[in-house]
C-alpha cells in the first residue's frame, strides 16, 4: 500500500464508505460501520453483521470474525465464537491472515512494545510475544498492565541470569 490517506466518512443511516485524500471513494462499497485504516488494513462491519478486514482497494481480506480490532504492531486482535465454550475466544493474526498462536484466550488487548496482553479467566493475564509464546508461565492477577510488564521483565531477567 502507498502512503494514501484512507479515511472512513459517515453518510448517515448507518451508511459508512472510504474516501481518500482527495475525497474518491475507495470503492463503491457501503458498511454498516468502519473504522479508520491501520497499517494497510480497515476494518468494517458489513450489512449483514458481518465483521472482516479490507485492503486499500477495498477487497475483503482474511476471514469473517466476531470481534476484531485494528492492527497495532504487525498485529490484530480477532475473536471467533467457540461453540464449546459458548463465548467468543480471542487470537492475533498477522498481514498475512495467519493466526500468531494455537492458542485461544477469553480477552486480549492489540499489541504494544512488542507484546500483546492475554487473558484467561481461569489463568488470570500474561502477555505473549511475536513468536506466538507467553512471555512466562507465570500468570498475574493484578490489571496494572505496568506493574505486570515490569514484574515478568523482571521474572525474565532473573531467569535468564540463573542460565548463566
Not at 479515511?7 to 482527495?22: H, M, V
Not at 512494545?113 to 479467566?121: A, M, S
Not at 507467553?134 to 523482571?154: H, P
Amino acid at each position: 500500500m502507498d502512503n494514501t490517506v484512507i479515511t472512513p466518512i459517515y453518510f448517515g443511516s448507518d451508511k459508512w464508505a472510504y474516501l481518500n485524500e482527495k475525497g474518491e471513494p475507495l470503492c463503491q462499497n457501503y458498511f454498516k460501520y468502519a473504522e479508520p485504516f491501520s497499517e494497510g488494513f480497515g476494518s468494517v462491519i458489513d450489512f449483514d453483521d458481518k465483521k472482516y478486514f479490507i485492503n486499500d482497494k477495498g477487497e475483503r481480506v482474511f476471514g469473517i470474525y466476531d470481534d476484531l480490532r485494528a492492527f497495532r504492531e504487525g498485529y490484530a486482535v480477532v475473536g471467533i465464537y467457540d461453540n464449546t465454550k459458548g463465548k467468543i475466544q480471542y487470537n492475533y493474526i498477522n498481514h498475512n491472515g495467519e493466526f500468531l498462536s494455537e492458542r485461544f484466550f477469553d480477552n486480549a488487548r492489540p499489541f504494544e512494545h512488542g507484546f500483546g496482553l492475554v487473558f484467561d479467566f481461569d489463568k488470570a493475564y500474561n502477555f505473549i510475544d511475536g513468536d506466538g509464546e507467553l512471555l512466562s508461565n507465570k500468570y498475574w492477577f493484578d490489571t496494572t498492565a505496568a506493574s505486570m510488564m515490569k514484574s515478568c521483565l523482571s521474572h525474565i531477567g532473573q531467569n535468564n541470569n540463573n542460565n548463566k
